[in-house]
Nanobody
Framework: QVQLVESGGGLVQAGGSLRLSCAASGRTFSGYAMGWFRQDPGREREFVAVISRTGGTTDYADAVQGRFTISRDNAKNTLYLQMNMLKPEDTAVYYC????????????????????WGQGTQVTVSS
């Protein structure tokens, strides 16, 4: 089992930047592909960005491509999401999640594939 704790959310003006962090503890962090997802009230949780166990493979939702960057530091057991050029429609609760997989470069975008979740961090972008 792995425990995940997000931080770094907050209130920012449109066009601004935030960096989210997700600290992992428990089982070996490098044994998990990782993802960021977000959810608005009344909407389904949606894929934002995912990264493979090694960090060598990433994938992004079209809505954030070119503005967000996912990365990980396996030595620090930490996942990051750098968010630039933020828009009001990026407002949501952001969750990190861990996908236990034996395939080093596998990334999956469905939240149903993820085994462990953090508690979420609120990101609010004002216009």
């Amino acid at each position: 089992q792995v425990q995940l704790v997000e931080s770094g959310g907050g209130l920012v003006q449109a066009g601004g930047s935030l960096r989210l962090s997700c600290a992992a503890s428990g089982r070996t962090f490098s044994g998990y592909a990782m993802g960021w997802f977000r959810q608005d009230p009344g909407r389904e949780r949606e894929f934002v960005a995912v990264i493979s166990r090694t960090g060598g493979t990433t994938d992004y939702a079209d809505a954030v491509q070119g503005r967000f960057t996912i990365s990980r530091d396996n030595a620090k057991n930490t996942l990051y999401l750098q968010m630039n050029m933020l828009k009001p429609e990026d407002t949501a609760v952001y969750y990190c999640a861990a996908d236990r997989t034996s395939i080093e470069e596998l990334v999956r975008t469905s939240p149903l594939r993820y085994d462990y979740w953090g508690q979420g961090t609120q990101v609010t972008v004002s216009s």
